[in-house]
């Protein structure tokens, strides 16, 4: 009779464990860098496996909008159809850091690494 309980309790530990293992993971992080935005990665070669924005609009505040990048950016790739241009101060301020042409990027540039503070996406097609 023991040995009976004892079996039924391993199969019901093994159906609750089944259970957990078919359960679905966490779903990935989508870091791609889509067309239509401006990408600033915090580690650089556009690496995914940290931090990332894409933005299709103007922030004067990155440590309001995109705290993880915030003076913290080491590559960046413009998928939009005008430049984009990243400032070292907030509100557009203490000179550009990096200017994108449309599809331009820049995997690593020590001058400008973890200095972006805010970005502006002109309507142009030049720096």
Do not use: H
């Not at 004892?6 to 990935?28: L, N, Q, R, Y």
């Not at 960046?76 to 509100?91: E, F, H, P, V």
């Not at 990027?105 to 690494?113: C, E, G, K, R």
Request: proline letters at 2%; glycine letters at 8%; aromatic letters at 14%.
């Amino acid at each position: 009779m023991l040995s009976k309980r004892i079996s039924a309790g391993f199969i019901a530990m093994a159906a609750v464990a089944g259970v957990i293992a078919a359960a679905p993971s966490a779903a990935a992080v989508d870091r791609t860098c889509y067309d239509g935005n401006f990408c600033i990665y915090k580690d650089s070669n556009y690496s995914t496996d940290n931090s990332m924005y894409r933005t299709k609009y103007e922030s004067a505040r990155w440590d309001i909008d995109m705290p993880a990048v915030y003076e913290n950016d080491s590559s960046w790739w413009n998928r939009r159809g005008q430049s984009s241009k990243t400032y070292g101060g907030r509100w557009m301020t203490w000179g550009v850091e990096i200017c994108l042409v449309p599809g331009g990027s820049v995997n690593y540039y020590w001058d400008a690494n973890d200095d972006g503070a805010s970005n502006t996406l002109n309507d142009g097609n030049s720096c």
